[in-house]
T-cell receptor, first 117, second 110 residues
Framework: GAVVSQHPSRVICKSGTSVKIECRSLDFQATTMFWYRQFPKQSLMLMATSNEGSKATYEQGVEKDKFLINHASLTLSTLTVTSAHPEDSSFYIC?????????????FGPGTRLTVL | QKEVEQNSGPLSVPEGAIASLNCTYSDRVSQSFFWYRQYSGKSPELIMSIYSNGDKEDGRFTAQLNKASQYVSLLIRDSQPSDSATYLCAVNPNDYKLSFGAGTTVTVRA
């Protein structure tokens, strides 16, 4: 149980294009999903928290107009990196917290490696 | 002071030995504590969770929690080369977010 998938696993795009990443909870309903970014040899950095049916809450310093998050259902959240630039190249990882989770454990997707040329 | 601090690595242990990982946290109201394992190039995987003071054992892993000292640890017994990874300590101080430590990289020498 508690499986989270992400798609795509890897994407290479040209500077200026937009990239959409999907995060799905496969065997549970996720009331809350989280989006993280991780640069090489650094720890996870929380970008935003999304709750189903409401606007995402962004961490300080994260541009909400650049990183668009949609959490349309209890099993799907999407992150769109708009007008991507080389400095956006990173490992993007989503996680999900199940509905009724008592202790707020998060289960991570496999991640999406974004390379912007 | 960082919310979650882990002992700096890397930690190198011989195969079969015990690897000991430490973590301290600053927010006294934290109630949930987790250890995640992250292999190079992969996403974190939840390996242990602990909520009450004391020890919790799961296979070769033992988590220890001391809320009075704001300290949580992870012991890996009979370390195997497959245990070589970065271990992240995570604490749930409020709402639904987790605060992560910077991680400790463990290398198990065959």
């Amino acid at each position: 149980g508690a499986v989270v998938s992400q798609h795509p696993s890897r994407v290479i795009c040209k500077s200026g294009t937009s990239v959409k990443i999907e995060c799905r909870s496969l065997d549970f309903q996720a009331t809350t999903m989280f989006w993280y970014r991780q640069f090489p040899k650094q720890s996870l950095m929380l970008m935003a928290t999304s709750n189903e049916g409401s606007k995402a809450t962004y961490e300080q310093g994260v541009e909400k107009d650049k990183f668009l998050i949609n959490h349309a259902s209890l099993t799907l959240s999407t992150l769109t990196v708009t007008s991507a630039h080389p400095e956006d190249s990173s490992f993007y990882i989503c996680s999900a917290r199940g509905a009724g989770a008592t202790y707020n454990e998060q289960f991570f997707g496999p991640g999406t490696r974004l390379t912007v040329l | 002071q960082k919310e979650v601090e882990q002992n700096s690595g890397p930690l190198s242990v011989p195969e079969g030995a015990i690897a000991s990982l430490n973590c301290t946290y600053s927010d006294r109201v934290s109630q949930s504590f987790f250890w995640y394992r992250q292999y190079s190039g992969k996403s974190p995987e939840l390996i242990m969770s602990i909520y009450s003071n004391g020890d919790k054992e799961d296979g070769r892993f033992t988590a220890q929690l001391n809320k009075a000292s704001q300290y949580v640890s992870l012991l890996i017994r009979d370390s195997q080369p497959s245990d070589s990874a970065t271990y992240l300590c995570a604490v749930n101080p409020n709402d639904y977010k987790l605060s992560f430590g910077a991680g400790t990289t463990v290398t198990v020498r065959a």
